[in-house]
């Protein structure tokens, strides 16, 4: 999916509750968030949807409890300006997310940048799972030479597409969605990329890889775990993301025959690096 209709809503919220109701606005497919601060600690939040979304109950108990839903709109989604927005922040060299040329991107992307259509797929960078895992990618390809990566989970292609900034050669990646494979492919072409082997299911990967990494909510995360860990060379590694606090034990409890390298977190998310030995 390339042009179309898109629907922006804008909301305001407390501050306070800002981080569990953007969660959830990305949960029901919002494809990107605007935030700005306004008078006594509230913020203002524009959402980016692919279609009409049917906001949860969550969402209107929040927003009319608080009557803070101060007006709903929707317009043309190429009308919105899209700034490149930072995928490994606060580390160095950043990379950032640039949208298409036809979207206001640069006419030239720059060694860091990434092009990503907004689309019917999850994985614009604004979110902090993908943050997360973007991190752990860049942290551990800084410090490892790998020659293959698996990305399961794959939404845009955004981290198949830093991995190949990133100088890994071989990549390969899973997505169940089809719709969220088109939005891949166009991107691996807006950037120039044509080795990047897609596929629809994790059973049709036959090789073993030295990196995994699959950003996907924890339930899927559990109950992928055997093919995920199959599809890890032995002393290769997997990067884990897509947990919220709450689940982290599972994980760890799910995971615990691998050797736990690092976790870190952002806001409420975590991820985990582990060591297949
Ligand atoms: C949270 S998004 C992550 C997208 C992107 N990798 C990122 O980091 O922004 C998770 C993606 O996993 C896909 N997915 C869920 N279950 C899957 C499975 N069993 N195999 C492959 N992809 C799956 C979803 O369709 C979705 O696109």
Redesign the pocket.
Known sequence: MTQGSYQVFVFQVPSQAQESFQGELYSMGCLGLVEKELENDQKEITAYFPAEPTLSDFVWSQTLKTKHLIQLQAKDFKSASFDPYPLTPGVKPLYQVVAPPDLEGPKQAGDYDIIIRPGM?????R?E??QL??LQLLDFAQKHSVKNFL?????????SLLAHRLGIKKISA????PD?RDNALENFDLNHVTHIQLKK??KEVEETFDLV?A???AP?LI??KEQLINKVKTGGHLIL??IVQEEINKIKESFKVLKLIKEQSLKEWQSFLYQKS
Do not use: Y
Not at 152 to 157: F, I, L, P, Y
Not at 174 to 177: L, Q, S, T
């Open positions: 797929a999850f994985g614009t960078g979110h799972s993908t895992a973007s990305d399961v989970g794959s939404g845009s292609g955004i981290l899973v997505e169940i969605d969220a299911d994790l990494i950003n996907i909510i899927t109950q992928l993301s897509g």
